[in-house]
C-alpha cells in the first residue's frame, strides 16, 4: 500500500504557511493517502463528539462511501445560489494546493451540500439551521471506492501557524477517525407519531385534480409531514447503519448543521457526472412490492401498463431530456421505462446518459434540472405556485439537490427524498407523491404512508 509519507504533510504545510505569509492569505491544503480498510459509520461515528458538522454518503448499488467531518471551507448562500457557489467553489479550487495522486472521483478536494427546495419561500422555524444552499469542504474525509480506502485531509494554514505542531495536531485527529472501535448505541425508538393534517392534505390533492382539469397544469407533486418523538435522542450512525443494509438501490445520506441533521435514502438520481460522462434518472410512477414473487411481478406489470403512472412518468422522461440537451451532446433516452425495485416499493425508471459538452459543470445541470416534473410539476412555475400556496408544508431540503462535486469536476447529486430532520429526540419524516388529473386522493395518501416506510422500520417500526 503506498502511504503518503508524514514528512510530506509537513513540507506542504511549511510551504503554505510562506505562501500565506507573502500573500497575506488563507491558504487550503488537500492531501490524500490510501489507508486500511475501516467501516464509513465507525469513521462517522468516531466524529460524534469532535464536529457539529458531518457529512454521510453511499450509493449502496456500487459500494461507493463519502463520509466528511468538520469543515475547512463552508459555502453558503441564501441568493443567487448556483452562481455563487459555483464561483465560489471555482475560486477556492484555483487557490488551493492539492496533493491526490489518486485521481479517484470522490477523493480529495471536494465539497458536500445540497440546497433547499425552494430558495424563493422563507425560511420556516423548522428549517432554521439550514440555509439555502449550503455546502461544506470537509476537513476530513474517507472514501470508499472499488473497495479502496482513501482518507484525505483538507486544512485551512494561515501565516501564523506552526508547522510541526499543525502536523501532530492532525496527527491525532487521524488517529482518533481511523481506529475507532466502539459498538454502535442502541437506537432510538418512536414514542409517539403525528401525521399532520391528513384530511387537509387529501383536500390538496382533489384541488390540485381540479386545478388539472380546468388549467394548462398537467402535474403538482403535493408532499406531507409526519412528527415523531423517539425514546431518546436519534442515533445517526444506527439509522444510517440500518438505511445501508435495508435499502438496495438507494443512496443514504445524512448532512448536520450545528446539530440538526437531514437524514434519508433515495433512490432518485439527478445527475452522475464522472470525467463529462453524465447519467441522469427519471424515476416517476410508483407501486407497492408484492408478497411474493408472484403478486410482486404482477404489479410491476401492471405499473408498466398503468395509463396514470405511465403519464407521471412520461412528464419527467420529457424535461429532462430537453433540459440537458443545451449542456449536452450523445443524449440517449430509451422508448420505454423499466420497473426499479426497492425494498417497500417499485418505480417506472429512464436512465438518461450524455456527454456534457465543455465549459459546463454540474451546476449548470442541477441548476437546470431542480425541480423536475418528479418533485415538481408541469408547467414548472405554475405547479411550483400551487406548492406555494397550498402545500401544508415548508419543504427545505426535501426534494431538493442534495451530493457532492470534486475538484476534477466529478460529482453527483441525488433528490432529497424518502428523508427526514432530525432534531434531538423528534424527527419530521416527508413524504410526496405526483398528482395527475386522474389521481385518487386515497390512493395518493396511501402512496405516501409507503414512502414513508424506509425511514420508519430504522426507527423500528414493524411492518
Ligand atoms: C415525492 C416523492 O417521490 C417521487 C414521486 C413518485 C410518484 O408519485 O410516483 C415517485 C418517485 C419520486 O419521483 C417522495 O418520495 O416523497
Ligand atoms: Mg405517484
Request: proline share 4%.
Amino acid at each position: 500500500m503506498i502511504k503518503l509519507k508524514e514528512e510530506i504533510i509537513e513540507t506542504l504545510l511549511d510551504k503554505a504557511i510562506d505562501k500565506a505569509k507573502t500573500d497575506e492569505t488563507v491558504q487550503l491544503i488537500s492531501y490524500t493517502k490510501e489507508v486500511d480498510e475501516i467501516n464509513p459509520i465507525q469513521f462517522f461515528e468516531a466524529a460524534k463528539y469532535m464536529s457539529k458538522d458531518r457529512t454521510f454518503w453511499t450509493s449502496t448499488a456500487e459500494d461507493f462511501y463519502i463520509v466528511g467531518i468538520g469543515n475547512a471551507y463552508k459555502i453558503d448562500t441564501d441568493k443567487d445560489r448556483f452562481h455563487h457557489t459555483e464561483k465560489q467553489w471555482q475560486k477556492i479550487v484555483d487557490k488551493a494546493i492539492i496533493h491526490n495522486s489518486y485521481q479517484v472521483p470522490g477523493t480529495g478536494l471536494l465539497a458536500h451540500g445540497g440546497m433547499s427546495f425552494d430558495p424563493t419561500k422563507p425560511k420556516s422555524f423548522l428549517w432554521k439551521k439550514f440555509n439555502h444552499s449550503s455546502f461544506t469542504i470537509p476537513e476530513f474525509i474517507l472514501t470508499k471506492s472499488d473497495n479502496t480506502f482513501y482518507f484525505t485531509v483538507n486544512v485551512r494554514v494561515n501565516k501564523e501557524d506552526h508547522s510541526l505542531q499543525l502536523t501532530n495536531e492532525l496527527r491525532r485527529m487521524e488517529h482518533t477517525l481511523l481506529t475507532y472501535t466502539e459498538q454502535l448505541p442502541e437506537g432510538a425508538a418512536i414514542k409517539s407519531k403525528k401525521e399532520i393534517e391528513p384530511d387537509k392534505w387529501k383536500e390538496s390533492v382533489q384541488m390540485a385534480t381540479e386545478q388539472i382539469k380546468h388549467s394548462e397544469v398537467e402535474k403538482i407533486v403535493l408532499a406531507r409531514e409526519m412528527r415523531l418523538k423517539l425514546t431518546k435522542e436519534a442515533e445517526i450512525g444506527v439509522m444510517l447503519d440500518r438505511l445501508i443494509t435495508t435499502q438496495p438501490n438507494s443512496y443514504v445520506f445524512a448532512i448536520e448543521s450545528d446539530g440538526d441533521c437531514f437524514i434519508g435514502t433515495t433512490p432518485e438520481r439527478l445527475v452522475k457526472l464522472e470525467n463529462k460522462q453524465l447519467l441522469s434518472t427519471c424515476l416517476a410512477g410508483t407501486a407497492p412490492r408484492g408478497k411474493t414473487k408472484q403478486e410482486d411481478d404482477k404489479m410491476s406489470y401492471n405499473l408498466l401498463h398503468d395509463e396514470k403512472n405511465r403519464n407521471e412518468h412520461e412528464f419527467v422522461v420529457s424535461m429532462i431530456k430537453d433540459a440537458i440537451e443545451g449542456y449536452c451532446y450523445n443524449v440517449v433516452v430509451p422508448k420505454e421505462p423499466v420497473i426499479y425495485p426497492l425494498k417497500n416499493l417499485q418505480h417506472l425508471y429512464t436512465p438518461v446518459t450524455a456527454t456534457l459538452k465543455n465549459g459546463h459543470s454540474i451546476f449548470d445541470i442541477v441548476k437546470q434540472l431542480h425541480p423536475t416534473p418528479a418533485l415538481g410539476g408541469v408547467p414548472r412555475e405554475k405547479s411550483l405556485a400551487f406548492i406555494r400556496e397550498h402545500e401544508l408544508l415548508d419543504r427545505g431540503r426535501y426534494g431538493a439537490p442534495i451530493g457532492w462535486l470534486d475538484s476534477n469536476q466529478n460529482g453527483e447529486f441525488a433528490v432529497g427524498i424518502r428523508s427526514g430532520l432530525i432534531q434531538g429526540d423528534e424527527i419530521s419524516l416527508f413524504a410526496g407523491c405526483g398528482v395527475v388529473k386522474d389521481s385518487d386522493p386515497q390512493a395518493e395518501y396511501e402512496e405516501t404512508n409507503v414512502k414513508f416506510l424506509p425511514m420508519l422500520s430504522v426507527l423500528g417500526e414493524k411492518l
